[in-house]
């Protein structure tokens, strides 16, 4: 039985199902769930090998290749080999007596770190309200999803943008859904597994994880199997019925949701890159386009398609 480390920041359905349905169990692995509590702190660990695979946000893929590593080290040769999941999960959630965009002028905002994870995306769908960071709106960060869900829910500050279920789970307590990215940038690639060479070069684990991956997807999004996907989710998540259900919908969602398969969109991650050089967060050097046409680069096309 071989061991992968699972780096996330929380429950996936993917995850779930390959668990909960034995896709692990066919290939022999024993996948360890990591949960994380920042990304950085996630990159951190993939660099020192405490993980050897990472369920993270795209952007934190750009960030971390293209810009200094963790904690200002070297930049790291991470590599996507996996899409997960696209925009329609992505919300922006704000306490309860916050009612719209503008209601934010003067609010706290809270991100996981202020240029990575789902920072950019928030000051993007800000900006296009014509609020700016800093004059209209000051943030804080403040750490992985479950923590941001928790903090928004509690008053901690006014807003975040939360996904994987938690802008559901909020609106459960009250909170308000503001707006979500699927609708003002639909290709938006929002989740990806990432992983380093020295993991992806060393045995036939990259392979067996990914099959059994895969075969849970495809599991998750036939309507078949929406009812025991919902228990599971009932179950592993301690939501309720309902909720559990609502985010089953959303995740299975064809047009917005969970992907399917070994292809990686690329106009999904240059949708990620334009907002991240639109927040002069991505240098004028890289060629988004060329990279995403190497065989081995940001996409590693020995594990995953790019079309």
Not at 61 to 87: K, T
């Amino acid at each position: 039985m071989i061991t992968i480390r699972l780096g996330s920041f929380s429950n996936s359905l993917v995850d779930t199902v390959a668990r909960c349905a034995g896709m692990y169990r066919d290939e022999f692995i024993d996948v360890e769930f990591c949960r994380v509590l920042s990304s950085p702190s996630q990159f951190e660990k993939l660099s020192t090998g405490e993980l050897d695979v990472a369920l993270t946000a795209t952007d934190n893929v750009l960030n971390y290749r293209y810009n200094q590593g963790p904690g200002n080290s070297p930049s790291l040769d991470i590599r996507i080999i996996r899409g997960v999941e696209l925009s329609g999960g992505v919300s922006l959630v704000a306490g309860p007596t916050v009612k719209s965009l503008q209601d934010l002028r003067g609010a706290l905002i809270a991100v996981d770190d202020t240029n990575s994870g789902f920072a950019l995306l928030l000051y993007d769908l800000l900006a296009r309200a014509g609020l700016v960071r800093g004059l209209d709106y000051r943030v804080v960060a403040f750490g992985g999803t479950p923590r941001r869900f928790k903090g928004v829910v509690d008053g901690d500050f006014d807003a975040t943008m939360l996904h994987a279920g938690f802008d559901l789970r909020a609106a459960d307590h009250g909170c308000s859904i503001l707006g979500t990215v699927s609708d003002v940038l639909p290709r938006y690639m929002t989740t990806v597994l990432a992983a380093l060479p020295g993991w992806l070069e060393k045995g036939s684990a990259p392979q067996q994880f990914l099959r059994a991956w895969d075969r849970a997807a495809a599991y998750a999004t036939n309507p078949v199997n929406s009812q025991a996907c919902i228990d599971m989710m009932q179950r592993n998540f301690a939501v309720s019925e309902q909720l559990a259900t609502r985010m089953y919908k959303q995740a299975a969602n064809p047009q917005f949701g969970l992907v399917v398969g070994d292809r990686v969109s690329r106009s999904g991650v240059s949708e990620v890159a334009d907002v991240r050089r639109r927040h002069g967060e991505l240098g004028d050097d890289v060629d988004i386009a060329a990279t995403l046409r190497e065989p081995i680069g940001l996409i590693d096309q020995r594990y995953a398609r790019a079309f």
